[in-house]
T-cell receptor, first 111, second 111 residues
């Protein structure tokens, strides 16, 4: 099992550009989520999904979109990147109410 | 406001010493309290977790103490080793399998 994979590992964007962060898991987990990690603030939930076709907002959803067309994939879209979205992004998955497994992260810089 | 407050921000411990990290919460609906360990450039990984009906859980050198009435819980690392140097996050789970994280503690164990 590859577990939770994320691409790209690093990305630099200019303000106003859009991009998609990819996340995939091969553990057949129903639950997937996206977090951002900023210094001194821990990890904050952006969006989550309890199954294919079902998504909901977390604590900091503004500026991000998600969709879940398959159990395996949960991409995160930045519609118009802003410097405030410079962060490290982590995707996680779990079977419901069990341990959440995190991916290796994507380090995003918005200039 | 931060729902889970973690202290200290950073901690330096001598090899063989005890590392103690504390967390406090307000929301009594939290039903599960995990601790995550994160090494530089990696995603968080579950270290140990406890449910609120248990006052203590021990796994090897790692112990969680949980005080439900005070709404506090702590991680104790016994016989701390240089390989334990990492960032530690406490977290609490709320309805919908969502995790709320503390701000993190950077632990350095001096050899």
């Amino acid at each position: 099992n590859a577990g939770v994979t994320q691409t790209p590992k690093f990305q630099v964007l200019k303000t106003g550009q859009s991009m998609t962060l990819q996340c995939a898991q091969d553990m057949n987990h129903e639950y997937m989520s996206w977090y951002r990690q900023d210094p001194g603030m821990g990890l904050r939930l952006i969006h989550y999904s309890v199954g294919a076709g079902i998504t909901d907002q977390g604590e900091v959803p503004n500026g991000y979109n998600v969709s879940r067309s398959t159990t395996e994939d949960f991409p995160l879209r930045l519609l118009s990147a802003a410097p405030s979205q410079t962060s490290v992004y982590f995707c996680a998955s779990s079977s419901f109410y069990n341990e959440q497994f995190f991916g290796p992260g994507t380090r995003l810089t918005v200039l | 406001q931060q729902q889970v407050k973690q202290s200290p921000q950073s901690l330096i411990v001598q090899k063989g010493g005890i590392s103690i990290i504390n967390c406090a919460y307000e929301n009594t609906a939290f039903d599960y309290f995990p601790w995550y360990q994160q090494f530089p450039g990696k995603g968080p990984a579950l270290l140990i977790a406890i449910r609120p009906d248990v006052s203590e859980k021990k796994e090897g050198r790692f112990t969680i103490s949980f005080n439900k009435s005070a709404k506090q819980f702590s991680l104790h690392i016994m016989d701390s080793q240089p390989g334990d140097s990492a960032t530690y996050f406490c977290a609490a789970r709320e309805y919908g399998n969502k995790l709320v994280f503390g701000a993190g503690t950077i632990l350095r164990v001096k050899s």
